[in-house]
C-alpha cells in the first residue's frame, strides 16, 4: 500500500451513560482523530484486469469445495442495542418499533445518533480466541467477520474512515484480532463488506443529525471527527421509493436512488484495498448486487476483483481465495462465487456457491432470545445438508451480543451442531455432488427464490433423502432428513431399474452405529435400521460398490 501521512487533532470526548441509561452522565477524556492519507492504494496489476473476460480465469479453489461449512460473526455497533436488523437505519424511522425502541432506551436520534451508539459499544467481554476455538470445534472449517456493515464503521484500523473500531467505540482492531484468532487455529479468514449501501441507507438520518458536519462539534464529544465520513447524507435524498420502510427496500442505483459521489466510491474503494492488503483474507463478501455500485459504476467492483486476485496469484496464475455477491448472472459466476441469503436453490449447480443464513436475526435482538426463536441445530444441519448436495457451502451467523458475547441458548445449537457433525462430518467435507442430489417431495417440488433467495424455510421430512460422494467416486452418503418411523427405509435411486443405478452395493454403513443389513432390488436399496437412533437429527448412510 502506498505510504501516507498521519496527522492527529485531540478533543475532548463526553463519555455516554451505559447502554439503556436514561441520562448521560458526562467525563472527558482524550481521543485521537487520524486523518486518511493522501493518496489512494495502487491497483495490483498481473494477469487478471478489471474486466469480466480477464477475470473468468478465476477458479474456486479446492479448499472452499472442500470446507463446506462457515460460521459468522456479524457483529458490530447495532448490535450495541440488542434490538436488531437493520437498527441504524430504523431508529431514524418515525412510526418503526426500532424507533419507539431507541427512544425509549437512548432519546431523540437528533441527540442521540449512529455516532453516539458507536461511541458506547465497548465490546468489553469480547475473546476472540475462545470465540474461534469454539467454532472451530463445532465443525466450521472458515471463519468470517464483518468488515464494515451499511452504517459504514470500519471494524479495523482503518486510515481510509476515520470512524473505526480503533479510534472509537472498542478501540480495538476487531477485523485484527479475529485474524491472529484463525490464524492460531488454522481457519481460513473472510471479511464481509457492506458499506457501499450507505449513501442511500442512512438518508433517514437527514432529518436527525445525518447532515452534521465536521464544524458542528466544536465543545462536543466528538469535535476533530467529520460525521460526513459516516453518514455520507450532504446529498439530495432519494426519491420514488424512499419512503418505505421496508427491510429489503430499493437496492439497486436506479429507481431513484440518489447517485454516489466520484469521492464516496474512490473512499470505499481504498478501504477495501486497504484491508485486503494489510488483512489478506481468503475471502470477499460483498452485501451487493454483483459487486459495489454495480449498475451505476462497474469498475469500482471489478478493480477491488483485479486487485485481490493479483495480490493472491501463485505462480501457475491461479488465485486461491473466494470473492462473493448475490444476483449474478452466468458470465458473473464465472469471475466470482455466486451467494444466495436465506435461500436454496432447487438443483445442483454446475458453479460452486454459497448459502448464507443466520440462527436468529443478522443483528443480535434480545427479543429473539427471550421468545427462543433460534434455529435448532435440526434446521441448521438440515439446510447445509441439501446445500452441499447441491455444490455449495453454509456460511452461518451466530449473533453476538453487543459487549462481544453469544448466549447460551446460541451455544446449546451449537453443542448440538457439533454433536452431529463430530458423527457424520465424512460426508460433508471433501465431498462432491452425485449423479442426483436427491429424491423425495422437496426435491420433486419447486421452491424459487426471491431476489437474492429469502427460501429456506422448507419443511424437511423423513421422505426426503440428499446424496453425495467422496471426491474418489468410491462411496456414496445418503441422508435421510429425518428419522423415519418404519424399521426399514428405501433409497429409490439406488435400485437396479433407477437411471442413476451405480452397479451392486457391496457394504452400507450407518455412520455412528456400523454395518446395516440392506437388500437391493429393481426397486431400490433397502436398508434396515436400529431399533435406537444414533443421533437427534439425521441418518447417514455410506454406501459402498462392488
Not at 449512529?114 to 463445532?138: C, G, H, M, Q
Not at 460433508?428 to 431476489?451: C, H, Q, S
Request: charged share 20%; glycine share 8%.
Amino acid at each position: 500500500m502506498s505510504t501516507f501521512s498521519k496527522a492527529t487533532i485531540v478533543a475532548a470526548l463526553i463519555m455516554a451513560a451505559p447502554l439503556h441509561g436514561a441520562v448521560a452522565q458526562q467525563a472527558k477524556t482524550d481521543i485521537v482523530v487520524t486523518r486518511k492519507p493522501a493518496t489512494d492504494v495502487a491497483v495490483a496489476q498481473g494477469r487478471y484486469q478489471a474486466t469480466w473476460e480477464s477475470l473468468a480465469q478465476w477458479e474456486c479453489p479446492e479448499w472452499f469445495k472442500d470446507a463446506k461449512f462457515g460460521i459468522w460473526a456479524h457483529w458490530g455497533p447495532q448490535c450495541q442495542a440488542e434490538a436488531g436488523d437493520w437498527y441504524a437505519r430504523f431508529m431514524y424511522y418515525p412510526g418503526s418499533g426500532q424507533y419507539k425502541f431507541h427512544v425509549d432506551h437512548f432519546g431523540d436520534p437528533k441527540a442521540y445518533g449512529l455516532k453516539e451508539l458507536i461511541r458506547d459499544w465497548k465490546a468489553e467481554r469480547w475473546n476472540p480466541e475462545e470465540l474461534v476455538a469454539l467454532y472451530k470445534s463445532v465443525g466450521a472449517r472458515y471463519f468470517f467477520t464483518l468488515g464494515q456493515h451499511h452504517d459504514n464503521f470500519d471494524l479495523w484500523r482503518s486510515p481510509y474512515q476515520e470512524w473505526n473500531s480503533v479510534n472509537l467505540g472498542p478501540k480495538r482492531d476487531i477485523v485484527g484480532e479475529w485474524a491472529a484468532a484463525c490464524k492460531k487455529y488454522d481457519l481460513p479468514l473472510g471479511v464481509s463488506m457492506h458499506g457501499s449501501h450507505t449513501w442511500t441507507w442512512l438518508e433517514p438520518s437527514q432529518a436527525y443529525d445525518g447532515n452534521l458536519t465536521r464544524e458542528d462539534g466544536a465543545g462536543t464529544w466528538w469535535e476533530g471527527y467529520d460525521p460526513q465520513e459516516l453518514y455520507a447524507q450532504r446529498h439530495p435524498h432519494s426519491s420514488g421509493w424512499d419512503n418505505s420502510s421496508s427491510i429489503h427496500g430499493q437496492w439497486g442505483w436506479d429507481n431513484g436512488a440518489a447517485q454516489p459521489s466520484e469521492a464516496y466510491k474512490t473512499k470505499f474503494l481504498n478501504r477495501v484495498l486497504q484491508c485486503i492488503d494489510d488483512y489478506h483474507p481468503q475471502m470477499l463478501y460483498f452485501d451487493d448486487t454483483v459487486l459495489p455500485f454495480y449498475g451505476c459504476d462497474e469498475q469500482v467492483g471489478l478493480k477491488i476483483l483485479q486487485h485481490y486476485y493479483n495480490r493472491n496469484a501463485l505462480n501457475d496464475g491461479s488465485a486461491p481465495v473466494v470473492a462473493m455477491g448475490k444476483i449474478l448472472e452466468p458470465r458473473h459466476k464465472r469471475a466470482m462465487m455466486w451467494d444466495v441469503e436465506r435461500g436454496v436453490p432447487d438443483s445442483v449447480q454446475q458453479d460452486y456457491w454459497q448459502t448464507c443464513t443466520c440462527i436468529g436475526e443478522w443483528h443480535y435482538n434480545q427479543s429473539v432470545y427471550d421468545q427462543k426463536r433460534y434455529k435448532s441445530a435440526e434446521q441448521v444441519i438440515s439446510m447445509l445438508v441439501d446445500i452441499v448436495s447441491k455444490n455449495g457451502n453454509l456460511l452461518l451467523s451466530i449473533p453476538v451480543r453487543g459487549d462481544g458475547t453469544i448466549d447460551e441458548l446460541e451455544r446449546a445449537v451449537l453443542s448440538d451442531i457439533k454433536a452431529w457433525m463430530d458423527q457424520n462430518g465424512e460426508s460433508i467435507y471433501a465431498t462432491r455432488p452425485w449423479k442426483t442430489f436427491g429424491e423425495g417431495p422437496l426435491a420433486e417440488g419447486v421452491n424459487p427464490m426471491k431476489a437474492q433467495g429469502f427460501n429456506e424455510n422448507n419443511n424437511y421430512s423423513a421422505r426426503d433423502v440428499r446424496y453425495v460422494q467422496d471426491k474418489q467416486g468410491t462411496t456414496v452418503y445418503a441422508t435421510i432428513m429425518r428419522w423415519p418411523d418404519a424399521k426399514t427405509f428405501v433409497f429409490k435411486a439406488l435400485g437396479e431399474a433407477s437411471p442413476h443405478y451405480s452397479g451392486k452395493v457391496q457394504e452400507v454403513r450407518l455412520l455412528g452405529y456400523g454395518d446395516v443389513t440392506f437388500a437391493q432390488t429393481i426397486n431400490g436399496l433397502r436398508v434396515f435400521l436400529p431399533t435406537q437412533p444414533v443421533n437427534k437429527i439425521a441418518p447417514v448412510f455410506a454406501i459402498t460398490f462392488r
